[in-house]
C-alpha cells in the first residue's frame, strides 16, 4: 500500500528558499520514478519536476528550471523538492506522486497513479 506524505511547506519571502519531502511509508519507493506537482487556485494541475528511480534522469517544468532541485534517497525512502528564489507565482498546493510503472523516468508524460495530500506553499511579495 501506497503512503505518501508531504512536508515542508509554509510561508516564505519572495527570493526565499523552502524544501519539501515527500516521504513514502508503503511500497519499496526506491522500484519507481516520482514526481512533483503543484496546483494553484483557479488553474489546472501542473507537472514540476520528476526523477527517476535511479535518479539518473530528472526533468523539470521550464518555469522553475534553474531554481527548483528535485533529489531522492532512496535508503529513507524520500524525495525532496529544494526550491529557491521563490516568486508569488510559485504560490500553490503541491503534491508528490508515484509512477504506476517501475519503467518510468519521471517525466511529465508518465502516468502518476498515486499521489500524496499535498503541502501548502504560499510565497509573499
Known amino acids: 500500500q501506497v503512503q505518501l506524505v508531504e512536508s515542508g511547506g509554509g510561508l516564505v519571502q519572495t527570493g526565499g528558499s523552502l524544501r519539501l519531502s515527500c516521504a513514502d511509508s508503503?511500497?519499496?519507493?526506491?522500484?519507481?520514478?516520482v514526481g512533483w506537482f503543484r496546483q494553484a487556485p483557479g488553474k489546472e494541475r501542473e507537472f514540476v519536476a520528476g526523477i527517476s528511480r535511479t535518479a539518473r534522469s530528472t526533468y523539470y517544468a521550464d518555469s522553475v528550471k534553474g531554481r527548483f532541485t528535485i533529489s531522492r534517497d532512496n535508503a529513507k525512502n524520500t524525495v525532496y523538492l529544494q526550491m529557491n528564489s521563490l516568486k508569488p507565482e510559485d504560490t500553490a498546493v503541491y503534491y508528490c506522486a508515484v509512477a504506476g510503472s517501475p519503467f518510468a523516468f519521471g517525466s511529465p508524460k508518465d502516468s502518476y497513479d498515486y499521489w500524496g495530500q499535498g503541502t501548502q506553499v504560499t510565497v509573499a511579495s
Open positions: 508503503g511500497r519499496t519507493f526506491s522500484s519507481y520514478a
